[in-house]
């Protein structure tokens, strides 16, 4: 079995994830960072992929497969785990879904849901996630053959989350850190930390235990 996992960021924190999962697979497996690496395969897993992979280049794959981290078709678009971690949610699940279009829009093959500590700042939040969506990996693989995937129920609507910008990690200091630390925790304080501005310039804030 060929597979290819298809990571855009090679600076994204799951990539050391993935290697490691890698090596301890018995199957012929690369880890791609553009999608103009794409060769062909059995399985073609998208995570944490920006790039727009198009009906040719996943015809290169029997299966072309995304990691969503949300309840679809509730939460389709950027970053939606961040978004209900802001809203309150306690228990976040992740899509193993077809690669389609629209985007988000294809046949479900498994879900896995996880709980998320109150306390949890984004490296644990991130653990977990990670965990989650190698655990569905594992199991498209092995069940690959007896999966029978189902279209996604829109019947009680479907939402879509915006991509995040530099402006939905700012801080607000004429409040109080209790309301805003579900935004200080999930910021990531190399590729997207939070900031606040005071007297004329932006300070980035970092948060440890």
């Given at each position: 079995m060929k597979i290819?996992?298809?990571?855009?960021?090679?600076?994204?924190?799951?990539?050391g994830k993935i290697k490691t999962w890698c090596d301890e697979q018995p199957y012929e497996i690369e880890l791609l960072h553009s999608k103009s690496q794409l060769g062909g395969g059995d399985i073609l897993f998208l995570v944490s992929c920006s790039?727009?992979?198009?009906?040719?280049?996943?015809?290169?794959?029997?299966?072309?497969?995304?990691?969503?981290?949300?309840?679809?078709?509730?939460?389709?678009?950027?970053?939606?785990?961040?978004w209900e971690l802001l809203e309150g949610a306690e228990t976040i699940?992740?899509?193993?879904?077809?690669?389609?279009?629209?985007?988000?829009?294809?046949?479900?093959w498994a879900k896995e849901?996880?709980?998320?500590?109150?306390?949890?700042?984004?490296?644990?939040?991130?653990?977990?996630?990670?965990?989650?969506?190698?655990?569905?990996?594992?199991?498209?693989?092995?069940?690959?053959?007896?999966?029978k995937p189902e279209a996604q129920d829109e019947s009680e609507g479907v939402s879509y989350y915006p991509k995040r910008s530099p402006v939905d990690s700012e801080l607000d200091v004429d409040k109080p850190l209790r309301e805003q630390f579900d935004l200080l925790r999930v910021c990531d304080p190399t590729r997207y930390p939070a900031t606040?501005?005071?007297?004329?310039?932006?300070?980035?804030?970092?948060?440890?235990?």
């Open positions: 290819s996992v298809l990571c855009s960021n090679s600076e994204h924190p799951i990539v790039e727009l992979i198009n009906a040719s280049e996943r015809a290169k794959y029997n299966n072309t497969l995304v990691l969503h981290a949300s309840d679809l078709p509730r939460g389709r678009g950027w970053s939606p785990y961040i699940t992740v899509s193993l879904l077809e690669a389609a279009e629209p985007v988000d829009s294809g046949r479900v849901s996880f709980h998320v500590g109150k306390d949890w700042l984004w490296d644990e939040i991130n653990d977990a996630l990670f965990e989650t969506e190698l655990k569905l990996m594992n199991y498209a693989i092995e069940n690959k053959e007896i999966i606040f501005k005071i007297y004329g310039h932006t300070y980035k804030m970092t948060v440890e235990k």
